[in-house]
């Protein structure tokens, strides 16, 4: 289900669309879809009298591939004027290769750019029982495909978080409702980026 949809509230005649491709992360797996990473960002937006809305097509589960499929469609009905993938960790926690995970990355950005949207691509990183080559290779994907194809990057998106119990959720993979805000404030600088370019745009 696009539970992220709900909190999308009516479009105000100078609004831009941002729309969030992601994983469980970004659906606010464990908790209310309001009290999510991408639901905050939005209301940071509007108390900043910016005057985006977040559409967020994130779904628990989904893979880069996954992501892949399903963004023609959300191009085609949002128009977004920037796209924000967080996508990947789901591929590296199942050893997808790591040139299947940049080639889906790579054609999604394309695809966005194609019609017009700038992309920010959020870093991801995977526990290192995966080997460290494979480890590596995944943490390097998405600076790779954003320098690849002139995207945005941010740094890991759980930074700070993901090596602290207290704010992750019993299974150490998901973040609590408790660290919502520290991952927008983690990616907050990539985001004003995001927006200087769709404001000259």
Known sequence: M????LFSQPLL???RTILVMGDSISAAY???IELGWVALLERRLRDQAQNYEVI??????ETSGGGLRRLPALLEAHQPAAVIIELGGNDGLRGYPIAQLR?????MTERAQAED???L????????NMGRR???LFRESFDQVAHDTGALSSPFLLAGIATEAALMQQDGIHPTAAAQTQIVDNIWPSILELLDLVSEH
């Not at 696009?2 to 949809?5: D, N, R, Y």
């Open 2 to 5: 696009l539970s992220g949809w």
């Open 13 to 15: 005649a100078s609004e």
């Open 30 to 32: 464990g908790m209310n």
């Open 56 to 61: 967020n097509a994130s779904i628990s589960g």
């Open 103 to 107: 080639s889906n990355l790579r054609d």
């Open 117 to 119: 949207a700038h992309v």
């Open 121 to 128: 691509i959020l870093g991801m990183e995977i526990p290192p």
């Open 134 to 136: 494979y480890t590596q």
